[in-house]
């Protein structure tokens, strides 16, 4: 009899033991997937942080006119579509920012809603547009949205593709 009961006690040490230990190790297993979620979203964060100071970059570099800053953020296989539906290279595109923007006759021009979106080592940068210039001595408006497509190489966000679209 004292052999059933201490066989008893001891199969059910045994089976708390066990339960405790499923329970530390359900425990560890989710502090590695939240350490794994927040390292994530700090990562993503970063991401986050660098294409829009990236993009504020890439404005900044149009209304300056200044090419040597913009080289370094367009990848070599760098494709721009214009309003007007046209697909240019990198080099042209290039040539074309040298005078892109007039202050002369570009009196303002300013980026507003920007909206990221980061997949992995791919990420959209989607931003608004306001301008206006002077044409035939009045003063006109301009709205577009843009979206830049950006890869990440080397650590290093890279933007490959920019498209433009006017609104109404």
Known sequence: MKTKIAIKKLLTVAFLF????????TKSQNSIVKTKAMETNTAQTT?????????ARFIKNFITN?????????????IYI?????????????????HGYN????????????????????ALVRSNTYYSWLE????????????????KENGRWWCVQAQITELK
């Open 18 to 25: 066990s339960l405790a230990m499923i329970s530390f190790q």
């Open 47 to 55: 991401d986050m942080a660098q294409l829009s100071a990236l993009n």
């Open 66 to 78: 200044d090419t040597a800053s913009h080289n370094q953020i367009i990848h070599k296989d760098f």
């Open 82 to 98: 214009s309003m007007e539906g046209e697909i240019v290279n990198r080099d042209e595109y290039m040539k074309r920012w040298a």
């Open 103 to 122: 202050p002369e006759v570009d009196k303002s021009f300013e980026y507003k809603n920007e909206f990221i979106r980061v997949f992995g080592d791919m």
């Open 136 to 151: 035939n001595g009045k003063t006109m408006h301009g709205k577009t949205v843009y979206t830049d497509t950006y890869i």
